[in-house]
């Protein structure tokens, strides 16, 4: 997290501990002190949310990205002190934490929220729906609010005794799988994959149902390649030329590389384009970029799909019936856990956080174009 917004919301999540640490009586500094400290986490986490520090090598064209961004933070800061006024029950049955929520010995409840960042909104979602489905206990909350098809996510599910493992539920409650980010813990979301495909392809569904948006097609041999593009972001990968051996089955005959395409990333969207013409001499190979929801659900029904570090692909690919494969750098610690029948590749990646601190955008880009084609 090198930006000045994610720092902010940093600050509110050690808030947020603080409070949830009295309400529960862990041992925390005095009321008084507790207190004192949340008021200056607030005062920092707001002055840094509202100077809106441009990070390094951002480019013009961001600015689209950069205000989804700013807006993200924003919305997670008013969201933090939405739940000052939420009355919170007594959870001291259990130690488990719940990001926007909690659990005890009969139910978990989440509060719902919306943002525009689905990924590590889905993240607490599948998290705290996870914790429930472990402890074997009902799962409650509010909806996701606004008109996507987040909403049309369970928000009240009955204890599930197919998936209660009170021993896993045990080793996955700690302090990485309690916070805000828990895609990147070895987590409860690993054990839930029925559920997720479940309910997200019924979600998906009936919004496509009720909005009269007709969901993406495939055919049998299609293969579909995430990439996704932020030109700072120090989690964002790339596949090298590598990654692919012994990936493309002689079957495909199509594949879709699937991104934002933004103008600075033409060169590498080429070097991938070049890679898939020699891997896969007998295939079509085309680019692809369509709304938020229709590239969700296109993750979601292809045949096969590949990921790169971006949760937005993972949830939607954690959702998919078909084939997903996911490099495992980023997620659930490294760890790559046994996830049905889920496909972990270790290593093959260029990370963003690779990038000299003197290296330019352009002269980044050209390097990465070259690096995936030659590694």
């Given at each position: 997290?090198?930006?000045?917004?994610?720092?902010?919301?940093?600050?509110?999540?050690?808030?947020?501990?603080?409070?949830?640490?009295?309400?529960?009586?862990?041992?925390?500094?005095?009321?008084?002190?507790?207190?004192?400290?949340?008021?200056?986490?607030?005062?920092?986490?707001?002055?840094?949310?509202?100077?809106?520090?441009?990070?390094?090598?951002?480019?013009?064209?961001?600015?689209?990205?950069?205000?989804?961004?700013?807006?993200?933070?924003?919305?997670?800061?008013?969201?933090?002190?939405?739940?000052?006024?939420?009355?919170?029950?007594?959870?001291?049955?259990?130690?488990?934490?719940?990001?926007?929520?909690?659990?005890?010995?009969?139910?978990?409840?989440?509060?719902?929220?919306?943002?525009?960042?689905?990924?590590?909104?889905?993240?607490?979602?599948?998290?705290?729906?996870?914790?429930?489905?472990?402890?074997?206990?009902?799962?409650?909350?509010?909806?996701?609010?606004?008109?996507?098809?987040?909403?049309?996510?369970?928000?009240?599910?009955?204890?599930?005794?197919?998936?209660?493992?009170?021993?896993?539920?045990?080793?996955?409650?700690?302090?990485?799988?309690?916070?805000?980010?828990?895609?990147?813990?070895?987590?409860?979301?690993?054990?839930?994959?029925?559920?997720?495909?479940?309910?997200?392809?019924?979600?998906?569904?009936?919004?496509?149902?009720?909005?009269?948006?007709?969901?993406?097609?495939?055919?049998?041999?299609?293969?579909?390649?995430?990439?996704?593009?932020?030109?700072?972001?120090?989690?964002?990968?790339?596949?090298?030329?590598?990654?692919?051996?012994?990936?493309?089955?002689?079957?495909?005959?199509?594949?879709?590389?699937?991104?934002?395409?933004?103008?600075?990333?033409?060169?590498?969207?080429?070097?991938?384009?070049?890679?898939?013409?020699?891997?896969?001499?007998?295939?079509?190979?085309?680019?692809?970029?369509?709304?938020?929801?229709?590239?969700?659900?296109?993750?979601?029904?292809?045949?096969?799909?590949?990921?790169s570090s971006s949760t937005y692909?993972?949830?939607?690919?954690?959702?998919?019936?078909?084939?997903?494969?996911?490099?495992?750098?980023?997620?659930a610690q490294g760890k790559m856990?046994?996830?049905?029948?889920?496909?972990?590749?270790?290593?093959?990646?260029?990370?963003?956080?690779?990038?000299?601190?003197?290296?330019?955008?352009?002269?980044?880009?050209?390097?990465?174009?070259?690096?995936?084609?030659?590694?």
């Amino acid at each position: 997290m090198q930006h000045t917004g994610m720092r902010a919301i940093f600050a509110l999540h050690v808030w947020f501990a603080l409070v949830w640490a009295e309400s529960h009586d862990v041992t925390c500094p005095s009321a008084s002190g507790a207190e004192e400290d949340s008021r200056t986490l607030i005062a920092q986490g707001t002055r840094l949310l509202s100077t809106g520090t441009p990070r390094r090598g951002l480019h013009p064209l961001d600015s689209t990205h950069r205000a989804e961004e700013v807006s993200f933070e924003r919305t997670s800061f008013q969201h933090m002190l939405m739940l000052l006024d939420r009355k919170r029950k007594d959870m001291s049955s259990t130690s488990c934490g719940v990001w926007n929520g909690g659990i005890d010995d009969t139910h978990c409840d989440y509060y719902g929220w919306y943002s525009p960042n689905w990924g590590n909104l889905l993240s607490e979602y599948w998290e705290a729906r996870g914790a429930a489905a472990l402890a074997g206990v009902s799962f409650v909350g509010d909806p996701i609010p606004g008109e996507t098809w987040l909403s049309k996510l369970p928000f009240a599910h009955n204890a599930d005794s197919a998936f209660k493992d009170l021993n896993a539920f045990n080793d996955m409650c700690n302090e990485c799988t309690g916070g805000m980010f828990p895609h990147g813990c070895f987590g409860k979301w690993t054990r839930i994959r029925q559920m997720i495909r479940d309910d997200t392809q019924a979600a998906l569904q009936a919004f496509s149902d009720e909005a009269h948006i007709p969901l993406p097609a495939f055919q049998e041999n299609d293969m579909l390649v995430h990439v996704r593009f932020e030109p700072d972001h120090p989690q964002i990968s790339y596949y090298a030329n590598s990654f692919f051996a012994g990936l493309i089955p002689e079957s495909i005959s199509r594949i879709i590389l699937l991104s934002a395409e933004p103008e600075w990333a033409e060169p590498i969207l080429e070097s991938y384009m070049a890679i898939f013409d020699e891997l896969c001499p007998q295939c079509s190979v085309e680019k692809s970029s369509g709304t938020q929801f229709n590239d969700f659900a296109a993750i979601a029904l292809a045949p096969t799909v590949v990921c790169s570090s971006s949760t937005y692909c993972l949830w939607a690919a954690m959702a998919n019936r078909g084939r997903a494969i996911m490099s495992g750098n980023d997620m659930a610690q490294g760890k790559m856990p046994p996830i049905d029948d889920w496909t972990w590749i270790p290593g093959h990646v260029l990370n963003n956080a690779e990038r000299p601190a003197d290296m330019s955008l352009e002269d980044w880009v050209v390097h990465v174009a070259k690096w995936v084609r030659e590694n």
